[in-house]
């Protein structure tokens, strides 16, 4: 694969990047664009987040796959970073196929846009459906959605064991400035070719106060309202967009997930369909979250990745 690396935006000093990926072809028929965004709790992560097994797939089935930062809470409002992701949308559509044809000799069909994410990701790709001219495709793996829900807002029990950190510890998070990605990805982390090869995500190092601030809020409850601010839950749910004509949806969601459970994926597939809209649920027997970080097609996980990068290609291209 070959890439180049992009701002795509300037926002108030902070400089906000895209990674652009693609294979080579001499097919003359011009790329769609598949626009991807991390996971991380909105606090963590990076562009490099989107697992290498997934990109390649994509590019194969002829698109540039754009991997998008976005401003991280909780320096910033959830808000923003959805913003950042409007933004990413609308620069993929505006400037990138310019750039890339000057920058790589390729033609790009910027009305073959389709998006996907994971985890907190994925509300950033759903938030983009309910925009007046959406993308054709939305691909949502395990991701974070009706966030009035209380599960978002009481202690979550999976992360009990997290152990208990001095205040000015956590609040060591707020030094600094604005961050759009952290140092090393946990996909990095996973596929890391100085060690053996991990699945899953793999464990936090709870020694950076990043980390540890974000694993005590989720263990706490306190997350969403940190990253929300001013409390108005509605105003950052993807799910609120659902209607006739929301585009065509894929939801992938490991049966054993206790950080997002896999009831949100059900409840969104369902209403989707009640609406008319096209829609897909993988439910991946036995996988928890995270579970496609460091995937290949020889694992037996694979298939309902593959189907659900299809859903994308074919609607893509429709």
């Known amino acids: ?8 935006k300037e926002t108030d000093g902070v400089s906000v990047a895209a990674t652009a ?6 097919t003359g028929i ?5 626009l991807a965004f991390h996971g991380g709790g909105f606090v963590v992560g990076s562009r490099y987040f989107i697992p290498n097994v997934e990109i390649e797939y994509l590019c194969e089935g002829h698109f540039v796959v754009v991997s998008a930062d976005y401003r991280l809470c909780p320096q910033v409002a959830l808000r923003d970073a959805i913003q950042d992701a409007v933004d990413a949308f609308s620069w993929c559509k505006s400037d990138l196929p310019a750039k890339l044809n000057r920058d790589a000799g390729i033609d790009i069909d910027a009305k073959k846009i389709v998006a996907f994410g994971q985890s907190a990701g994925s509300l950033l790709a759903l938030h983009l459906g309910g925009l007046p001219e959406p993308p054709r495709a939305i691909l949502d793996f395990y991701g974070t959605k009706y966030t009035s829900d209380e599960f978002w807002h009481l202690p979550l029990p999976a992360l009990a064991g997290i152990p208990s950190f001095e205040q000015s510890f956590l609040d060591q998070i707020h030094n600094g ?9 946990l996909e990095r982390m996973a596929a890391s070719s100085n060690k053996t ?15 540890a601030w974000l694993f005590t809020a989720l263990k706490n409850g306190s997350h969403m309202k940190a990253i929300v601010q001013d409390g108005n ?9 659902f209607k006739p004509g929301f585009p065509p949806t894929f939801f992938v969601h ?13 409840r969104a597939c369902n209403e989707l369909k009640k609406y008319g809209v096209a829609t897909e649920l993988s439910l991946v027997a036995n996988q928890s979250h995270g579970f496609d970080a460091g995937l290949s097609r020889e694992d037996a996980e694979w298939p309902p990745i593959r189907r659900a990068l299809d859903f994308l290609i074919a609607n893509g291209n429709s």
């Not at 400035?177 to 990805?185: A, E, R």
């Not at 839950?233 to 967009?241: C, I, R």
Request: charged share 20%; net charge negative; proline share 12%.
């Open 254 to 266: 490991g049966d054993a997930d206790v950080l997002i459970p896999a009831i949100f994926s059900e």
């Open 177 to 185: 400035p604005i961050l759009t990605t952290t140092v090393t990805s």
């Open 21 to 26: 990926f693609w294979k080579p072809t001499e």
């Open 30 to 34: 011009p790329y769609g664009i598949a």
């Open 1 to 8: 694969m070959l890439t180049k690396d992009y701002i795509f």
């Open 233 to 241: 839950f509605d105003s950052v749910d993807p799910a609120l967009a």
């Open 197 to 211: 090869k991990a699945r899953g995500m793999p464990a936090p190092d709870l020694g950076v106060p990043r980390n």
